[in-house]
């Protein structure tokens, strides 16, 4: 038979599987835990030790150094000036270093125009200078380790110039239904400040390279013009304007001249006139009439021509008209001889 449980029996093992199954949950859900935040708080420990010794340690650090050429003559001009900044390589601790990045960067080095040559229009800085200057505005452990570019310099002089007119160099085309009218540049010619020899050499100042394509309307655009070592240019840029105008088609009836033929003789053609189309822009297509057009045959032609028929061509052409067809492209002739009145 059967041995009766108590109620106590039961109770007590309800409550030891119940603590049970609570200790194996703890491990669980803390232990992992727990040990990332240990993770972090040693790496970020790490981080810290590794920062601090870098910023004690001796680096260096690439920084651009501003320059201004200060005390120059009202009748001075400076052609080609300083470069606006240069790049400097400081060695010093990481923490100095640091300290010149995040403060502003370093001091503007002011070069007096009145220490230099103020005679032959070229002066070329040493480094040493550059290195001197700025140096004294720096620290005690600071060094300059590297400058460049190596060569400094700039142009000047007493105000010699001359009048140059500008070319333009570039490629420009437009969509198939559409001509270029016009191309101009405003200004068309600049004042250019230079020594005697490089005017004397100079007769064109020509712009930078620039393409335009698929132009369906008027551009504007704004063009610098190519540099000349030891010139200052005024101004330094032109305005292009390309005015585009929408391609029509035009028919004139043009009558065949004859040139060249002795006086007994004279050429009758069939037709004695033919049909020139051409393509040109609405805003010229009430200019060009059948006037502008020449086509002659000469005597040479004739005598010349071997399959009974002459072949027409344009001995003129007005500008602005494009794809010129000649209809019919060859006539009949006959040559006919002309009886002198006595």
Not at 19 to 25: E, M, P, Y
Not at 68 to 85: C, D, M, Q, R, S
Not at 166 to 194: C, E, G, H, M, Q
Request: hydrophobic letters at 40%; charged letters at 25%.
């Amino acid at each position: 038979m059967a041995r009766k449980r108590s109620w106590f029996y039961y109770i007590s093992t309800a409550m030891s599987k119940y603590k049970q199954i609570k200790l194996d949950k703890k491990p669980v859900s803390l232990r992992p835990r727990r040990n990332f935040f240990v993770f972090l708080v040693c790496l970020s420990l790490s981080a810290l030790f590794w920062y601090i010794i870098a910023l004690n340690e001796e680096r260096e650090i690439d920084f651009n150094l501003k320059l201004n050429l200060k005390n120059v003559p009202e009748n001075v001009v400076v052609t080609n000036a300083l470069p606006p900044n240069i790049k400097v390589t400081l060695k010093d601790r990481g923490a100095q270093l640091l300290s010149y990045k995040y403060s502003g960067g370093l001091p503007t080095v002011n070069i007096d125009f009145r220490n230099y040559d103020q005679q032959s229009g070229h002066v070329i800085l040493k480094n040493n200078d550059i290195t001197k200057t700025l140096l004294a505005k720096l620290q005690a452990t600071t060094k300059v380790t590297a400058i460049n570019p190596s060569t400094i310099d700039y142009y000047y002089n007493f105000g010699l110039h001359s009048k140059v007119p500008v070319k333009l160099r570039a490629s420009i085309s437009t969509n198939k239904f559409y001509n270029i009218s016009s191309v101009k540049l405003y200004p068309d010619s600049v004042t250019v400040y230079s020594s005697k020899s490089i005017l004397d050499t100079l007769s064109t100042i020509y712009t930078d390279y620039v393409t335009l394509s698929q132009l369906k309307e008027k551009t504007i655009r704004r063009i610098p013009l190519s540099k000349i070592k030891g010139a200052k240019i005024v101004p330094e840029t032109t305005v292009l304007r390309v005015d585009i105008d929408q391609i029509t088609e035009k028919t004139v009836n043009v009558p065949i001249k004859h040139i060249n033929f002795p006086a007994t003789k004279d050429l009758k053609t069939f037709p004695s006139s033919v049909q020139v189309t051409f393509q040109i822009g609405t805003a010229m297509y009430k200019q060009v009439n059948a006037d502008d057009f020449v086509i002659a045959i000469s005597y040479d032609d004739v005598l010349k021509n071997t399959n009974g028929k002459l072949h027409l061509s344009l001995k003129s052409v007005p500008a602005g008209v494009s794809r010129v067809r000649i209809v019919p492209e060859y006539v009949d002739y006959l040559i006919e001889d002309v009886t002198e009145e006595e």
